[in-house]
């Protein structure tokens, strides 16, 4: 059974810090393309930063803000969010992706609000 369980999520004041963590279990976590969607309210979800391997890329509007990793041994996908914005309110999602199987798999989501 595939698990993603996304935490630390919470609400922070703008210019704050926040650290998503995402737990996977169920799959060989090395080989799967790893990202963070978020989701605002009333708007589509969008991708927010992914990594294959060692390749990362983000969206324009997180860049040089926020920085995507992994860490192998774990498991573990982070995103490490700093001088938040409000626009960056949002509930953020982890998916694993692997193209050779067609293997899809999401989180339940963490909720980030930036408000003072």
């Known amino acids: 059974q595939v698990q993603l369980v996304e935490s630390g999520g919470g609400l922070v004041q703008p210019g704050g810090s926040l650290r998503l963590s995402c737990a996977a279990s169920?799959?060989?976590?090395?080989?799967?393309?790893m990202g963070w969607y978020r989701q605002a309210p009333g708007k589509q979800r969008e991708l927010v930063a992914r990594?294959?391997?060692?390749?990362?890329t983000y969206t324009d509007s997180v860049k040089g803000r926020f920085t995507i990793s992994r860490d192998n041994a774990k498991n573990t996908l982070y995103l490490q969010m700093n001088s938040l914005k409000p626009e960056d309110t949002a509930i953020y999602y982890c998916?694993?992706?692997?193209?050779?199987?067609?293997?899809?798999?999401w989180g339940q989501g963490t909720q980030v609000t930036v408000s003072s």
């Open positions: 169920g799959i060989i976590f090395s080989i799967y393309t």
């Open positions: 998916n694993a992706y692997l193209i050779q199987l067609g293997h899809d798999y």
């Open positions: 990594i294959i391997r060692g390749d990362t």
